[in-house]
């Protein structure tokens, strides 16, 4: 039992961590909160529904698909909404209302388009992998492969590479590093660009891991994967990856009989926000948040 | 000789690996104008905010009146007795001018819901003399006819001006003021200090300002303490200090070698 | 638009409107006026209702009291929310208040035998009997109808606009005191105003008690409004409604967040009416997505265009 509490909580972990990696790093650089995240995500699930189900693309490839025409989004979205507002010197408040209210627009979209019933991808519903005494099926299987590299290629990308540097650099400050010649304009498409690629891959695995999904998905997920970001301490990546697996491992592991019973599972989301406040009570500034000078 | 009104002693602070004060200690004297000075990064503004609560000193305490305050809350700071301006002054903009002052009127029951709900009529009578005393304050700083306008209006200096003006409305008695002349005309800035020495001699009200114009410095104040790279070097009379060597150094940027 | 709405629908909006003003104004003191970056307000509706509905279901008490009641925990849970987290900085806050209301509502949703689970209060007294929480006000709906002879919509119009006058009135006046000074004060800058000795952590607990206040009787008329609500009714979609409402009219002002209700009130219920090509294509669900859709770009446009609100002035811009 703890085994496959521990598997679950790896891959619903991953998911978070990955979502919760594309939410920090906008928020790093930008100080943007994007409510419409989950949405994202979201569109990202049905491009795969689109590229799995309709054309028949197996599911590895239209995952990479959907992570494309979510970074696509992402982009558009940038250069028709964010980068005018930055001009106007919107600040935190404005810009987070404007992502609530392109939330709504985006989530109603795909109602109008999709419809509200559920989706499947087009895995194999029977197959099932064990081991030892772990059930993983086919489509969790994929999602844990998938995550892990995932997870490990991000995490490269952010302490290897010049994108990777330049993106630490704009979040320790957007002015300083853009007095200093780096081209920002262009290394904030990147962030978004990344943002969105994660976006899709998360939103793909989210749909694979529930087995059938609808226009909800991205929303839902939304509230665990700030509670990762702020969990792991806000512009820090590591620290999203981090909260993000501790969160699913928490939600799935505290189901566990031998923990006095276990909680109903359903009240796993109120674990992972009770979690959240406790270590926010505890260290304000989140795992590896910096502490706020006055 | 009466006790030091405020005590400051062994006070560490740092920042990363940066000592913005380093066991600095001194001495105010009550009823006294007291300069602190210094070299740019000297940990001034930084101690000042451990004085006034709003930073948390690593080591040290700081006694006002005999009382540790090192671990008190500002506003508990400010109740003490001890009230700050800030170096940007820090007007509230979208409140009128008048407004700001009289926010800092204290012990007002208006303030209090409870005070709104049970007392209406001394409500009425306190805010009636707080505008008084406010009005007052606001002609001694030459800010009366921006009385209704928002405080956003105001230049730079004309909201150093308001700081003023709203600090003595709190009716402190340690008045710690960060470069109060800056971006003020010379005349104004000779009559604020005559109303310093005014307060001082009425009410005995006690001043610690950090001022960069060495001789405004020299003729205000009665005693001058002298920080440098976080420690306080000197203190004395303003002659003595002027003449003190490691003083000269410490603004020339050259180091002592022993 | 070529249809004529019937008045029934209108009063229905009327009422709808008014609910959200008194929830709205809770916004608008929490943030408007001291700063607070509160989205999970929602709760506090919840709590008003949820625990008036309770105490008349389940402990027979009287409905007014009972309703005295649902105010007070909300003030309650209000301030024992702001305890711990206002010190966070102001986006852990936001966070962790959304996490406050969804807790609840999980709790809701969950604990079926306190609150009838995710089907509602139909479920209070258990199941196969008949749950009503609203004797009393229907009793006292009918007093006021007769008396000014007019329908049941009409009178809970007025009720409902009586209540929401008084409360912007209200709010209005103690934003003109001392005590509303030192409030307007914070949401600019906190350390200024604790450098004058104001308690600031306490002024933020009252504001956030006062907008609990305004949010549970926004939740007692919407309970007595519908006869019945499940958990599902208290999503944070509200919450960011209201702040909605509250960036329309204009932040700071009292007075502006009964217009910011109506227009929004206007924009959300007049979609029904547009009879004409696109619209006249979509069945009522897809209505419905559309609805919000245009809620979404409404509040897009706002921040694009006018992030100060219908009222506000640009030099009054507070939302930074």
Redesign the interface.
């Known amino acids: 039992m703890f085994q496959q509490l521990l598997v679950n909580g790896l891959v619903t972990g991953s998911v978070l961590a990955l979502a919760a990696v594309g939410v920090s790093i906008v928020y790093g650089t930008l100080r943007l909160v994007n409510f419409a995240y989950g949405d994202y995500m979201t569109f990202g699930a049905f491009m795969g529904v689109l590229f799995n189900v309709t054309l028949g693309i197996p599911i590895v490839f239209s995952a990479l698909l959907a992570m494309v025409a979510t970074a696509v989004l992402s982009v558009a979205l940038e250069l028709t909404l964010w980068r005018p507002l930055r001009s106007r010197s919107a600040g935190f408040m404005s810009l987070f209302l404007v992502s609530v209210g392109l939330a709504l627009v985006l989530r109603h979209l795909i109602y109008l388009v999709a419809g509200p019933q559920p989706r499947t991808y087009a895995v194999d519903p029977y197959k099932v992998y064990v081991i030892d005494k772990v059930r993983l099926s086919g489509a969790q299987g994929i999602a844990i492969v998938v995550a892990a590299v995932g997870i490990v290629l991000v995490g490269l990308l952010i302490a290897r590479t010049s994108v990777g540097r330049m993106m630490r650099a704009l979040a320790d400050d957007l002015q300083l590093t853009a007095v200093s010649g780096v081209r920002t304009g262009r290394v904030i498409v990147a962030v978004w660009i990344l943002s969105g690629l994660l976006a899709g891959l998360a939103g793909v695995l989210a749909g694979l891991v529930q087995t059938s999904f609808n226009p909800q998905l991205g929303f839902t997920l939304l509230l665990p994967i700030f509670a990762a970001v702020v969990l792991g301490g806000i512009g820090s990546a590591y620290g999203a990856l981090t909260g993000g697996l501790a969160l699913g491992l928490a939600m799935e592991l505290s189901t566990w009989p031998e923990l006095a019973g276990g909680v109903d599972p359903t009240y796993k989301p109120v674990v992972a926000f009770g979690l959240l406040v406790l270590v926010l009570l505890l260290r304000p500034q989140g795992l590896f948040g910096r502490a706020r000078v006055v | 000789m009466n006790a030091p009104i405020l005590e400051v002693r062994e006070v560490t602070c740092s920042f990363g690996g940066l000592r913005a004060v380093d066991r600095a200690s001194l001495d105010v004297e009550p009823g006294s104008i007291t300069a602190l000075i210094g070299p740019n990064g000297a940990g001034k503004s930084t101690l000042f905010n451990v004085v006034s609560g709003f930073l948390a000193a690593d080591r040290g305490t700081v006694r006002f009146e005999g009382r540790r305050i090192d671990r008190s809350a500002p506003h508990r700071i400010a109740r003490f007795g001890l009230v700050r301006t800030f170096q940007v002054p820090r007007a509230l903009t979208r409140l009128s001018v008048l407004d700001n002052v009289l926010l800092a009127a204290s012990g007002h029951p208006g303030e209090r819901l409870s005070g709104l709900l049970l007392r209406p009529g001394r409500v009425r009578a306190r805010e009636r003399k707080a505008r008084e005393r406010a009005t007052e304050l606001l002609e001694l700083v030459r800010l009366e006819s921006h009385a209704g306008d928002y405080a956003g209006v105001l230049s730079g200096g004309e909201r150093k001006l308001l700081d003023f003006a709203r600090v003595l409305m709190a009716g402190p008695r340690l008045v710690l003021l960060d470069e109060p002349m800056a971006g003020v005309s010379p005349t104004l800035g000779r009559q604020l200090v005559e109303h310093a020495l005014g307060l001082r001699a009425d009410l005995g009200m006690t001043f610690l300002f950090v001022e960069h114009d060495l001789d405004m410095v020299m003729e205000a104040s009665d005693r001058v303490i002298v920080m440098n790279e976080g420690r306080v070097i000197a203190s004395g009379a303003p002659a003595d200090v002027r003449a003190d060597e490691r003083v000269v150094d410490a603004y020339l940027g050259t180091t002592l070698s022993l | 638009m070529s249809t004529i709405a019937s008045f029934g629908f209108w009063s229905f909006v009327g009422i709808v409107a008014g609910i959200y003003t008194l929830f709205a104004l809770g916004v608008q003191v929490q943030f408007g006026f001291a700063g607070l970056?509160n989205f999970g307000h929602v709760a506090f509706m919840g709590i008003g209702a949820y625990t008036m509905a309770i105490l008349v279901v389940k402990e027979d008490l009287n409905m007014w009291v009972a309703a005295g009641c649902g105010v007070a925990l909300a003030m309650l849970a209000g301030v024992l929310l702001g305890l711990?987290?206002l010190?966070?900085?102001?986006?852990?806050f936001?966070?962790?208040t959304?996490?406050?209301s969804?807790?609840l509502r999980?709790?809701a949703?969950?604990e079926d035998r306190l609150t009838g689970g995710s089907q509602g209060t139909i479920n209070l007294a258990g199941i196969g009997r008949t749950a009503q929480y609203d004797g009393a006000w229907q009793s006292f709906l009918g007093k006021v109808e007769r008396g000014l002879n007019v329908s049941g919509d009409v009178a809970t119009l007025i009720l409902v606009w009586s209540v929401a006058a008084l409360a912007v009135g209200a709010v209005s006046l103690?934003m003109r005191?001392?005590?509303g000074?030192?409030l307007?004060?914070i949401?600019?800058?906190e350390?200024?105003?604790?450098?004058?000795?104001?308690?600031?952590f306490a002024y933020k607990l009252?504001a956030l008690a006062v907008g609990a206040a305004l949010g549970a009787v926004a939740g007692l008329f919407y309970a007595w409004q519908f006869s019945f609500f499940s958990p599902d009714d208290f999503a944070p979609l509200l919450t960011?409604f209201a702040?909605?409402i509250v960036?329309l009219g204009g932040l700071?002002r009292a007075w502006t967040v009964p217009v910011g209700a109506i227009v929004f009130g206007v924009i959300f219920a007049g979609t029904r009416f547009f009879d004409f090509p696109p619209f006249s294509l979509l069945d009522s669900?897809?209505r419905a997505?559309?609805r919000?859709?245009v809620?979404?770009?409404?509040?897009?446009g706002l921040?694009?265009f006018r992030?100060q609100g219908i009222f506000g002035s640009r030099?009054?811009m507070?939302?930074?």
Not at chain 3, 87 to 92: E, N
Not at chain 3, 295 to 300: D, S
Request: hydrophobic fraction near 50%; aromatic fraction near 10%; avoid cysteine.
């Open positions: 970056l711990p987290t010190r966070l900085r102001a986006d852990y936001a966070i962790t959304i996490a406050f969804e807790i999980y709790v949703t969950n103690v005191t001392p005590w000074r030192v307007k004060a949401r600019e800058d350390d200024a105003v604790a450098s004058l000795g104001k308690n600031v009252q960011f702040w909605m960036i700071g669900t897809e997505y559309v919000l859709i809620i979404g770009l409404v509040i897009i921040m694009l992030p030099e009054e507070v939302l930074e």
